[in-house]
T-cell receptor, first 112, second 111 residues
Framework: DADVTQTPRNRITKTGKRIMLECSQT?????MYWYRQDPGLGLRLIYY???????NKGEISDGYSVSRQAQAKFSLSLESAIPNQTALYFC???????????FGEGSWLTVV | GESVGLHLPTLSVQEGDNSIINCAYS??????FIWYKQESGKGPQFIID?????DKRQGQRVTVLLNKTVKHLSLQIAATQPGDSAVYFC??????????FGTGTRLKVLA
């Protein structure tokens, strides 16, 4: 079983719809992240969380929100999806103080 | 600004040859570096890492070299195999939460 699990793996949604991407991890890490990957660009940070009560915006948080339901669960929401949010989204987790960051398998989101 | 970049977008290598993938970083405060492999439709997989107090680290068929003087990182893959075909990218970490990821180099292994 994967250490970082994302659902759904693929989703097509319409402009203006709300969509939630869910993530759970079994590594026992406190730190969790949501990244977006677009062709030709490196991974860009949307939100990160150091623990259940600590949630922070990343470099591209506009149009997104997150919820840290538990140490192992971190979900990403698009309140009103728009086409330029079409991308591959990754959830990740890492040890405190940095160190290796582990990624999920990704969620392909297409907004039409 | 801070950036991690790759010199070549695509690298084609004959099966059995060695591959070298390069990466430049700009933040002199970065103290931890990671190489990832990403296959089509999959998430990035950790390959090897190195801390700034080291110049070289070896794994199974992979070696990472770090040159802090010129802020350069390289990944060497020995005896490249078809299964090595993927996008490889580097990342650097400079504390708190910030990982900076490169855009990636596509490695193509020719039979």
């Amino acid at each position: 079983d994967a250490d970082v699990t994302q659902t759904p793996r693929n989703r097509i949604t319409k402009t203006g719809k709300r969509i939630m991407l869910e993530c759970s991890q079994t590594k026992g890490h406190d730190r969790m992240y949501w990244y977006r990957q677009d062709p030709g660009l490196g991974l860009r940070l949307i939100y990160y969380s150091f623990d259940v009560k600590d949630i922070n915006k990343g470099e591209i948080s506009d149009g997104y929100s997150v919820s840290r339901q538990a140490q192992a669960k971190f979900s990403l929401s698009l309140e009103s999806a728009i086409p330029n949010q079409t991308a591959l989204y990754f959830c990740a987790t890492s040890d405190p103080g940095g160190g290796t960051i582990y990624f999920g398998e990704g969620s392909w989101l297409t907004v039409v | 600004g801070e950036s991690v970049g790759l010199h070549l977008p695509t690298l084609s290598v004959q099966e059995g040859d060695n591959s070298i993938i390069n990466c430049a970083y700009s933040n002199s405060a970065s103290d931890y570096f990671i190489w990832y492999k990403q296959e089509s439709g999959k998430g990035p997989q950790f390959i090897i890492d190195i801390r700034s107090n080291m110049d070289k680290r070896q794994g199974q068929r992979v070696t990472v070299l770090l040159n802090k003087t010129v802020k350069h990182l390289s990944l060497q893959i020995a005896a490249t195999q078809p299964g090595d075909s993927a996008v490889y990218f580097c990342a650097d970490y400079s504390g708190t939460y910030k990982y900076i990821f490169g855009t990636g180099t596509r490695l193509k292994v020719l039979a």
